[in-house]
């Protein structure tokens, strides 16, 4: 609906396990961006991604890792993960990096559970 | 320990009755403000911003008030509807990253 599209919706995973999270934006922008959206703290920027290269990396740990081959695809792989690491996780995309006026479309979110 | 979640606040209004959504950022050098809806299984979508050089905005059934003095935002919705029923987030650009509110839970009785 909003043009960009995630998957899986739903994943549950081990804290052993390796899985990687895709983001696809049919909105022809050039900056994405990864969010973490938990019970327990507002929507948390983790990455920003600005014509496929890294401009923003907010403390986040190294078993979150993000990729992104294209302007149009965004992935977040994951390893290693904790149980506090269950939360819904959001792509987002807009025109260019600068946020002042730029609006951020998002996709649905992939609901994650760490067990 | 037993993990302790967001309380969001909530506000209940009848279908038909206006809302107002309140709302306190942090950062008096902030200098625009976006409001977001989010319903049960999707993502935030945009519904109005505002610069810091204005102190009032309307859209479409939606006036975002700015008063800069107290850093204080709000969202009014006119004559709720409800496809209203949502949480509401509240953002401001801080250097180059939106920084989110903890929002706040809408409920629309028919």
């Known amino acids: 609906e909003t043009g960009v599209t995630q998957t899986p919706r739903h994943l549950v995973m081990g804290m052993t396990n390796k899985k990687s999270l895709k983001c696809e934006q049919h909105?022809?922008?050039?900056?994405m961006y990864w969010y973490k959206q938990s019970a327990k703290k507002p929507l948390e920027l983790m990455f920003v991604y600005n014509f496929k290269e890294q401009t923003e990396n907010n403390s986040v740990p190294s078993r979150f890792s993000p990729e992104c081959p294209n302007s149009s695809h965004l992935f977040l792989h994951l390893h290693t993960l904790q149980p506090e690491d269950s939360a819904l996780y959001l792509c987002a995309s807009s025109q260019g990096e600068s946020l002042s006026y730029n609006e951020q479309f998002f996709g649905p979110g992939t609901r994650l559970t760490v067990l | 320990g037993e993990s302790v979640g967001l309380h969001l606040p909530t506000l209940s209004v009848q279908e038909g009755d206006n809302s107002i959504i309140n709302c306190a950022y942090s950062n008096s050098a902030s200098d625009y403000f976006i409001w977001y809806k989010q319903e049960s299984g999707k993502g935030p979508q945009f519904i109005i911003d505002i610069r810091s050089n204005m102190d009032k905005r309307q859209g479409q059934r939606v006036t975002v008030l700015l008063n800069k003095t107290v850093k204080h935002l709000s969202l009014q919705i006119a004559a709720t509807q409800p496809g209203d029923s949502a949480v509401y987030f509240c953002a401001e650009i801080d250097g180059n990253k939106l920084v989110f509110g903890a929002g706040t839970i809408l409920r629309v009785k028919s």
């Open positions: 909105l022809g922008h050039n900056a």
